[in-house]
């Protein structure tokens, strides 16, 4: 099937357009590798792509049971790697118009589904299908909102299917652009020639081998190219200016550069530069939403909603780190407020519906041997061993995740696995479902 697949976007690439960014050269790696996937490694790919959306948007990945990562009311579609037309599937490396056409009518049918997102990281694929999609996605605004999240490639195809979005976020690192198409000639006459092979197509029709790889390109034929190149770019640049809101002027101007994140802010090619958690939380929060009834394009992210958004996160840190319930629990106080993304109230109903965690015995230290008390042992009352328990209390209770003065990586695992149990066990008792904002 992938065999097929791959051999068949060969053949739809040679000489068609292609809406590629010319620093992304990939293709030819991303067909070879589809070409050699069977169907048990295909499964495994599209269970990497879900797993990975997961963890990027804080997604519980064994909760999952729609077509797209979903929580929250959001449902994550994945624009990854080479984007190919008439093929069904995303392995991370290569994406579908199919699959996306798939997944959003999935999305837009679920009553669950209050908001769409599209995962993006590309660098652009066929012309063909493409701009087909993303008209259609245009069509279809006002029905339910969506945003294109970029992390952080979003270049020519891709650029394509995320103007069709209501907005578009671009991660701070990340870059948007290359309007633009391409195509290739390959002339492999002289190489022959070196090996003593001439080839001589027979043909009638002036035009019936025009672009053929064992004679060099003609003018006629180039000229034929170029204007399919043409008519394809004026395709693309109407597309933009229109979904953008943008004169076509402006657009074409770009001349299929590409652009970091503030540029093509600043140029109106997307509507704000965040990092893909920073704009769900302003998403679940009901920021810079759209005008539904209009259709307009949503408020672009100002520097204020960017520091609120980075202060509400703090707070929501400092809330979970400081509570009451957190005495005795910091271990799972720190994991629930730096490893989730879960509400400062969640977080509090777990820590309160949790034990306290077992007292870590002091290790007396002498010039020739350590001693570890055990928990039966007498308690130790030297000032070295008052001030190391001291100095464990401050920094579990503080905001330092990372240098927990006895946050073992083994022991990291076991809270998470705690955390997780606690948070089901709640659910199921009380029916509450999990904010994750």
Known sequence: MSLTSATNAIQRLSLNPI???????????????????????????????????????????????????FQDGLAVIPVHGTLLNRFGACYGYVTGYSFLRRQREAAM??????????????????????????????????????????????????????????????????????????????????????????ITPLHKGDHKVQGNPFEELSDDARA?????????YDRFTTLVAQNRNMDVKTVIDTQARCYNADAALELGLIDGVASPMEAIRVILSGGSTSTTETGENLMPFTPEEQAEVQKAERDRISAITTCE?????????????FNTSMSAADATAILSASATEAAVAPVVTTAATTTAATTTAPAVTTTTAAATTNFQTAMDQGDHPNVGADAAASGQDAEKDQADELMSAYSAQTGYKFDKK
Do not use: W
């Open 19 to 69: 809406m590629v960014a010319g620093h992304m050269t990939s293709i030819a790696q991303d067909l070879s590798k589809l070409a050699a996937e069977d169907e048990a490694s295909a499964q495994v790919r599209a269970k990497e792509v879900m797993t990975a959306l997961c963890e990027a948007y804080g997604f519980n990945p064994n909760t999952q049971s729609k077509p797209f990562a």
């Open 109 to 198: 049918q679920d009553p669950d589904v209050k908001h769409i997102i599209y995962d993006c990281n590309s660098g652009g694929g066929e012309a063909a299908g493409c701009m087909e999609f993303a008209q259609e996605s245009f069509e279809m605004r006002g029905i339910k909102p969506s945003t294109a999240i970029v992390d952080s490639n979003c270049y020519s195809a891709c650029f394509a299917i995320a103007s069709g979005c209501d907005q578009i976020i671009v991660t701070p690192s990340g870059g948007a652009g290359s309007i633009g198409v391409l195509s290739m000639h390959v002339d492999v006459s002289k190489m022959l020639d070196n090996f003593g092979v001439k």
């Open 224 to 232: 034929s190219i170029e204007a399919s190149i043409g008519h394809t």
């Open 325 to 337: 319930h957190a005495t005795g629990r910091s271990k799972l106080a720190n994991h629930l407020a």
